[in-house]
């Protein structure tokens, strides 16, 4: 087994870098471990001889396998082209891990989708096999992330102002569909601490049309326990309307 010793004073000294600075990386990676972990679960929790089950592991292993495309698109699209600008050969391995990560997104989601014909007797071996090789995935994504968030944001401070960051950002944000942002931001909210939470409904509250402001608000509602939005609906000055604690 490889080995992949932490080094708390290395990374400790990387986040004081970036104090204060505009991080592009932290709330969405905040979602995509939140959703890795949780599909995770669900899948290892899932019984086999239960069909319905069975189905709704399988299809949200087939959603992770989605939204982790289009994640990677979107760096591709957007920040790996910053990075390569002004810091050329930093994303190289990352770059790499992309291509990795974009075949391991197609298997799996074939391997989910398939399962769903696998004979009775044969499902449960079929559904742990998912389950080790998501794992692996998972496993895989977090380091990938931590690379991201250490090396990339580092050559992005340096080299970028938060102006020129935000920009970046904004871009990356207004290109994403509707249907997809409230996916990904369903995952964010109850991810985030109070301040990142609060920052970010405020800033799509500048931004978003209101109808979309309202869904979000929703969204909060619906997955925040009641601490977490009552924080939220004072940091917006909105009536401190319990929410409903998430599953």
Known sequence: MQSHPIEFTAIAAAARTGDGRFNMYAGIHKALRAVMTDTLAAVGRADPADEAEVHDACDRVVELMEMAERH???????????????????CDAVAEDHEDHLRHTAHLADAARGLASVPAGERAGALHALYLALALF????????????????????????????????????????PEEMMTTVRWMLPAMNAEERCLLVNDLQAKAPAPAVAAILDLARAYLNARDWAKLARGMNLPPVPGLVSA
């Open 72 to 90: 990677v698109e979107h760096e591709n699209r957007f920040i790996h082209p910053a990075l390569r600008a002004r810091c050329p050969g930093v």
């Open 138 to 177: 998972v496993a895989d994504n977090l380091q990938h992330m931590h690379a991201e968030e250490t090396r990339h944001n580092a050559a992005l401070w340096t080299t970028y102002n938060d102006f020129e960051l935000l920009a970046i950002h904004d871009e990356l944000v207004a290109s994403i569909p």
